[in-house]
């Protein structure tokens, strides 16, 4: 619970922060300098922390993150602890789909509910351009080899850049209610490691809208929004304006923000609580599951971090530059998006 009534159930838990991509909204050509391996929490640790969460301070659904997950070698073991402890909750993942090919089913056996893909354009070019790795065929087998796994519902995640891939918007949505994927696209924020974001140049949800409506027709979706931070869209084809095929999502962080509605507490990969992704404040949890703290003591500095969670980020009404908005010093991939 914070300060402004709102109570934190949905935990953005980081396992890694490194990652085989290099998306320009996210990271420097070159990489970050990645935390050493005993700065990362165990998997003993990180299994202590969601149960920590979970039977203490009301977690009702967690998200593994990163970096890229996926490059985390004990991952299923993760997954079986934590599905172990906690036999109904809902654990997701968001990945960028590099080797899910050969891992969905064991994600899924493992006890993951259900998959995040990130994934910004169906052009080999473009998303090689967008993520500075030519991979596009490998994510394409992953989103496929989840969906078989029955690691559904799946949700493509789209960050649409400005005269780079805001073009292929209505594509991506034909992309995805044809093969009954959930598309959401996410305004890009100011959480890039080279700080090349300006509030010009970004693509807003309104902007969205528009390039999606020059082929569909939407509707708000009646379905309570429910602390999500994607506004849901019925979508249906100009051709055939009666039949809702599908729904897509947009996540309007910056021009839309949803803080009053937040529900998210963040975990980074060393085990700091931020709670709010546009933290500046960072308290430190690994340090008290390393000195024999019970889990009393860490469910305190976790409740006490989230009691001073800030009423919003700042970045709506003021623009970036201005005033109370400052750009956190860590990258999307640091802090676990
Ligand atoms: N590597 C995984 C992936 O890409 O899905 C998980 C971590 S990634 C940081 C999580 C999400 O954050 C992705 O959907 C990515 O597109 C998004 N993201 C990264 N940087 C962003 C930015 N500057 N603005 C908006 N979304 C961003
Ligand atoms: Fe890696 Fe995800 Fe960041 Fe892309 S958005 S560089 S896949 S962490």
Known sequence: MDTYGRQATDMRLSLTDKCNLRCTYCMPAEGLNWLQKDQVLSRAEIVRLVRIGVDLLGIRELRLTGGEPLVRADLL????????????????????????????????????????????????????????????????KGIEAAADAGLGLVKINAVLMRGINDSE??????????????????????????HGWTRDGMVTAAEMRELVETQFVLSPDPRNRDGAPAERWEVRR???????????????????PFCADCRRTRVTAEGKIMSCLFSREET???DLLRTGADDAAVARRWQEAMWAKPRAHGMDHTGLGAADFVQPDRSMSAIGG
């Open 169 to 194: 918007a209505p594509d991506l949505v034909e992309w995805a209610v044809s093969r009954g994927f959930e598309l959401r696209f996410i305004e890009q924020m100011p959480l890039d490691a080279d």
């Open 238 to 256: 100009r051709s055939a304006p009666d039949v809702v095929v599908g729904t897509v999502g947009i996540i309007a962080s910056v021009t839309e």
């Open 284 to 286: 430190d949890l690994r």
């Open 77 to 140: 073991d993760i997954i079986r602890d934590i599905r172990a402890n906690h036999s109904e909750l809902p654990i997701s993942m968001t990945t960028n789909a590099l080797g899910l090919d050969r891992r969905a089913a064991a994600l899924k056996d493992a006890g993951l509910t259900r998959i995040n893909v990130s994934m910004d354009s169906l052009h080999p070019d473009t998303f090689a351009q967008l993520t500075r790795r030519p991979f596009l065929d490998r994510v394409l």
